[in-house]
């Protein structure tokens, strides 16, 4: 059996160029960590596992394209409108209409504060 040198989490991340705190954040989550005591140390195998973990997957497009045409128009955002947004603006244009006016625009009176020096 062959023994490994046990590389220092210190040495490990300025070997691979990220801040000492980062790699033993992640090597924790992962379960990669070796601690012995005091000594906090990764297996030189590990690493580039640790390395693959860390990888930000591609994003998806929040919007791949459906049936409906993207027209821009001037003054006007290039979404497109799609019937089944239609409902929702009737429905908040019904509220609006219907809710009760909250104040009086005639019924309020400005009371000039008499301020002496």
Do not use: Y
Not at 66 to 91: D, L
């Amino acid at each position: 059996m062959s023994l490994v040198r046990l590389l220092d989490i210190k040495e490990a991340a300025s070997e691979i160029g990220v801040p000492r705190d980062s790699l033993r954040k992640v090597a924790d989550l992962h379960g990669k960590t070796i601690i012995m005591g005091r000594a906090v140390k990764l297996h030189p195998d590990d690493i580039p596992e640790l390395i693959e973990l860390c990888r930000v997957k591609p994003k998806v497009p929040a919007s791949i394209g459906g049936t409906e045409k993207m027209v821009p128009q001037s003054g006007k955002s290039g979404t497109p409108e799609s019937c089944r947004s239609r409902p929702a603006q009737m429905t908040a244009q019904k509220l609006k209409s219907s809710s009760k006016r909250t104040s009086r625009g005639s019924a309020a009176q400005v009371v000039p504060f008499n301020r002496t020096k």
